[in-house]
């Protein structure tokens, strides 16, 4: 199981995980909630996972699937959340996502954004897969499910604020409305420099080959989607702790979002 935000290489006997910055009271695509748009389970500036709301036209699962592929695709020498390229790497359309620093602790990003774009924010994610070296594992996908599952089980606290005001609905991570897991999905990683064999987290994965195509793939996570912020600096701050994994993260986006429409 992988973690995007600490990319810890917990290694468990059966398979590998990397929890990155997301269960008894598991949400998924299909049974979480309706809840109300208020502020009871969001800050004005959040849309929350309502279902059958899609936002920007998929569920917040689907998004948290994108994020992940998003993330993984990157090469080591080119890694927004290693520090290595900017937060506009393979950005576009209406929606972009945040990355957070590779290593976890404290840190600040910095990054600009065009007007009229929506940020999906993962707060924390796991994700669990059959890479291994030097050969993979055979877990099926309901399998990979509980093993993201089990790691949940250790969080003890996520929080996300947005230009100071808290978003509510957090304060427990093994059963908050934002919590989701995804469908059993696939990611391709980067062609050259991939973040899996080349990441010094990632202790044993030195053989899986550059473009190598991923299969099955499970995450959770309690994400955010932040509504278009106006134009202006903006600050969103997101935290985790999982004391039994040695958890501590703690990140501050100073964002700037110009005038400058995306490109469509």
């Known amino acids: 199981m992988k973690n995007r935000s600490i990319l810890l290489n917990h290694i468990l006997p059966t398979s590998r995980w990397l929890p990155a910055l997301a269960v008894c009271a598991l949400l998924t695509a299909t049974n979480a909630p309706v809840l109300a748009d208020d502020d ?38 080119a890694d927004p959340e290693y520090g290595t390229a900017d937060i506009s790497a393979g950005q576009s359309g209406d929606v972009w996502f945040l990355p957070a620093p590779l290593g976890g602790g404290t840190g600040t990003r910095t990054g600009t954004v065009p007007a009229g774009t929506a940020l999906f924010v993962p707060v924390l994610t796991f994700e669990a897969d059959n890479t291994g070296c030097p050969t993979y594992t055979t877990f099926t996908a309901a399998e990979l499910a509980g093993l993201v599952q089990g790691g949940w089980s250790a969080v003890t606290t996520t929080s996300c604020t947005i230009d100071g005001v808290a978003v509510a609905g957090m304060d427990n991570p093994t059963d908050s409305v934002y919590l989701v897991q995804t469908q059993p999905f696939s990611y391709t990683v980067a062609a050259y420099d991939n973040v899996l064999a080349n990441y010094p987290g990632f202790v044993g994965e030195s053989c899986i080959p550059d473009g190598t195509t991923v299969n099955p793939t499970v995450a959770e996570g309690i994400c955010v989607m932040i509504r278009p912020m106006s134009v202006g600096t903006h600050t969103i701050h997101i935290g985790a702790a999982a004391p039994a994994y040695g958890l501590s993260y703690d990140v501050t986006f100073d964002i700037t979002v110009t005038p400058h429409k995306k490109d469509k």
Do not use: C, D, N
């Not at 500036?45 to 998004?63: D, K």
């Open 40 to 77: 009871s389970v969001s800050a004005p500036s959040v849309i929350p996972p309502v279902l059958p709301t899609r936002p920007y036209g998929h569920t917040y699962a689907e998004w948290l699937t994108k994020w992940w592929q998003w993330s993984l695709a990157f090469p080591v020498s």
